[in-house]
């Protein structure tokens, strides 16, 4: 499971039609709908939100904006708390820079023009669920991309 940190406009079709899904059943999660996936690190922001489904409703409904921007269908209507506001939940500079080297190197793969209108990109944002601080990327993430592979 990966929900994106940073805007959903960096993401490639595939990369946002995973967000949707994999948002979507965070959702499920939050409501107790599933075995899985119940005690991923990535949900304790949504977990750890005062209002826990208005948070994952916000930030679904961002990625619905941005997949009615580029022309996809997805329903609205599976939003189970569509809010256009919520308290923003504090995310590390490190964390958002090291989402977006993870995205730039899917895409190296396989999409390389949205690679490129990423690089031209003048600042980088995060998703408007998020108020950037200063800080390394959080500890939680295990991955080839920060060299720590099998520990």
């Not at 967000?19 to 999660?29: C, G, H, I, K, S």
Request: proline residues 7%; hydrophobic residues 35%; aromatic residues 12%.
């Amino acid at each position: 499971m990966r929900i994106w940190s940073i805007h959903p406009r960096y993401l490639d079709w595939k990369g946002l039609g995973a967000l949707w899904r994999e948002t979507l059943l965070a959702q499920r999660v939050l409501l107790g709908g599933t075995r899985g996936w119940r005690n991923h690190p990535q949900l304790d922001r949504f977990k750890g939100h005062v209002e826990p489904l208005k948070a994952v409703g916000f930030y679904l409904v961002e990625v619905h904006r941005e997949g009615r921007r580029r022309g996809y269908r997805y329903d609205f209507s599976k939003i189970l708390e569509p809010v256009d506001a919520v308290e923003q939940v504090c995310l590390t500079r490190g964390q958002l820079e090291y989402e977006f080297k993870i995205l730039n190197e899917r895409l190296a793969r396989r999409d390389p023009a949205k690679l490129e209108e990423n690089q031209k990109a003048e600042t980088l944002e995060p998703h408007p669920m998020f108020r950037v601080v200063e800080g390394p990327p959080e500890p939680w993430e295990k991955s080839y991309w920060r060299g720590t592979k099998g520990q």
